[in-house]
């Protein structure tokens, strides 16, 4: 049994995206803080220029020439009210509409200050070690708020080249298996050709030169329908690939034909008394008149694999398989459910995976070729319902009326 499946190694690379996302928001936040750190010590130096100036009697102009020629070349937005945060003296690199009236700047620049002071303290500019007369409101330069949206569009990015490699490695994965498929179909159809014509002509002479006897008759009998299975077995093979011909089928006949096939392979148990009985009961429960366009032959293999796993899967003294088929509004729904052992809602997924079986014997195929048969040619759908450990399993077929 194959443990370490797709269903892991995707976890892994979600596991791995996740703590990559968390790399990136986590440096690029370290840079933030650090840039916003820098802005509020050249905001503070800002403030102290002005204060200096405001309280500068000298006259000597050098401190204006660093306020004019140095300081202003900030790039982050500034808004300086006056004491009571009730007019705008003067701002920076704030775009606003110049031909507003008067007041309608000073409201929307009041709002901005505003919203300033939510992200940042504003600064006081202090004359005579007294008197406020700014309030130096600053916020976030254009590069803070790039930086802030950049692991975003950069994540996003990734996600959407994750998604395309996703699926076109999935769509290359697809026909790599489809081509795989179709050569080992058809290649096991011409193996059994060559066969089967000797066997069917070592047969016609048999009967021709065979004694009266009915038991060998009947052996004859037996070896015939053994090559008329092999013979659909053949044919069927050699339709993978190819365009199924749908045509439409009375899906109980064909559902009753599979079962006097697999009856055989129900082992049977006999009582004290004698008696011989199946282990296995299977009913059937399907209206007379359901009809759907299938192609028998393929359709007849979905079912044969579902029935044989049903019965592989009941290891208790005597068990039950049910097979339901109802109309439902433009659906026919088909649930094959029997009382084995389960299926661990962990392999759900897996169970159509070409390879995957949770026997000790088998190739893991029948139920992949299953899915492929109803999903690709009979455009319906092949799921795994239900299923609960040591009570059974529900495979069901939709197919459309």
Known sequence: MNKFGSKSIKTILVIVGVLIAIFILFATQMLVNRIQKRETQIAKLYA???????????????????FNEILTQIDFPIIATNGNDDRVEFHKNIEIDSTLPKTEIQSRLLNLAKEMREINPPIKV??????????????????????????????????????????????????????????????????????????LGWLAIL?????????????????EKDLDRLKKISTRFSKIGSEPTLQSENLCNIINEVYKYLERRIPSLISADGKVSKKIDVKVKCSKDIHARVNKELFEWVLENLLKNAIDAI???????????????????????????????????????????????????????????????????????????????????????
Request: hydrophobic content about 35%.
């Open 126 to 199: 202090i004359y005579r070690d007294s008197i406020v007369i700014y309030h130096l409101n600053y916020g976030q330069s254009s590069l803070i708020t790039q930086l802030k949206l950049f692991p975003f569009i950069e994540l996003a990015i990734g996600g959407l080249f994750v998604i395309f490699g996703y699926v076109a490695f999935s769509y290359i994965k697809k026909n790599e298996q489809s081509n795989l498929w179709v050569g080992l179909s058809k290649e096991t159809a011409h193996q059994l050709g060559t066969p089967l014509t000797s066997l």
């Open 207 to 223: 009967r021709e030169t065979s004694p009266g006897d009915p038991m060998y008759r009947e052996i004859l009998d037996d070896i």
């Open 48 to 66: 102290k220029s002005l204060e200096y100036i405001a309280n500068d009697t000298s006259g000597s102009g050098e401190y204006s020439f660093i």
């Open 315 to 401: 290891d208790k003294p005597v068990g039950t398989i049910e097979i339901n088929v109802e109309e439902r509004g433009k659906e026919i729904i088909l649930d094959v459910k029997d009382t084995g052992k389960g299926i661990d809602k962990k392999y759900k997924k897996d169970i159509f995976r070409p390879g995957f079986s949770t026997k000790k014997r088998g190739w893991g195929l029948g139920l992949s070729l299953a899915k492929r048969i109803i999903d690709d040619y009979h455009k319906g759908k092949l799921i795994l319902y239900d299923s609960v450990i040591e009570q059974g399993s529900i495979f069901r077929i939709k197919l459309s009326k």
